[in-house]
């Protein structure tokens, strides 16, 4: 079955600091693929999305490129703020409506 | 509302009591899902709907948990005599047909069960 493998956390970062999280994933077809956000005390909320390979996905100075050749979806910004911290999720949906969540990596960072 | 909504936001009850939570989606999205989210976890799959059809029903974790869906909008998930593992929040989201461009999930905000 489909599956999304996502850097374990917790993350750790100063102010400024550059972030990657790592997901990768299996699926059969040509998934979408997602990162979602939950900052503390709030509901899940979209950060990005792409559809297809080579896709870009970026918001809020976040950026992932679907790469299907390496199955991966890797969550990058360059600059990161107190206000980043919260809980990330990578996520897939299969072209039949099936949703797999990576189990989540929780970003802390620090002034 | 615009947004996804869940009934109640909290539940408590009793070991052996059931319990019904609802789902009300977003008004024209067809595909709906139930998640579980224990302390400190990841969102662990449970159904989904599309339309009044659940064609994947693999992670119900027993058969003391069933869902349904009606007139292709509000969701109920059942859970029959609770057990303590059963305390989580439980995530309702929707989302526009498998497949369309736009098909990214909009959660709710969740019902946090408590079984004692």
């Known amino acids: 079955g489909d599956s999304v493998t996502q850097m374990e956390g917790p993350v750790t970062l100063s102010e400024e600091a550059f972030l990657t999280i790592n997901c990768t994933y299996t699926a059969t077809g040509y998934p979408s693929l997602f990162w979602y956000v939950q900052y503390p005390g709030e509901g899940l909320q979209l950060l990005l999305k792409a559809t297809k390979a080579d896709d870009k996905g970026s918001n809020k100075g976040f950026e992932a490129t679907y790469r299907k050749e390496t199955t991966s979806f890797h969550l990058e910004k360059g600059s990161v703020q107190v206000s980043d911290s919260a809980v990330y999720f990578c996520?897939?949906?299969?072209?039949?409506?099936?949703?797999?969540f990576g189990d989540g990596t929780t970003l802390t960072v620090k002034p | 509302g615009a947004g996804v909504s869940q009934s109640p936001s909290n539940k408590v009850t009793e070991k052996g009591k059931d319990v019904e939570l609802r789902c009300d989606p977003i008004?024209?999205?067809?595909?709906l899902y139930w998640y579980r989210q224990s302390l400190g976890q990841g969102l662990e799959f449970l159904i989904y709907?599309?339309?009044?059809?659940?064609?994947?029903k693999s992670g119900l974790p027993s058969d003391r948990f069933s869902a349904e869906r009606t007139g292709g909008s509000v969701s109920t998930l059942t859970i029959q005599r609770t057990q303590q593992e059963d305390s989580a929040v439980y995530l309702c989201?929707?989302?526009?047909?498998?497949?369309?461009?736009?098909?990214?999930?909009?959660f709710g905000p969740g019902t946090r069960l408590t079984v004692l």
């Open positions: 989201a929707s989302s526009l047909a498998p497949g369309h461009p736009y098909n990214e999930q909009f």
């Open positions: 996520a897939l949906m299969s072209n039949a409506g099936k949703s797999t």
């Open positions: 008004s024209g999205h067809t595909a």
């Open positions: 709907f599309q339309g009044n059809s659940a064609p994947d």
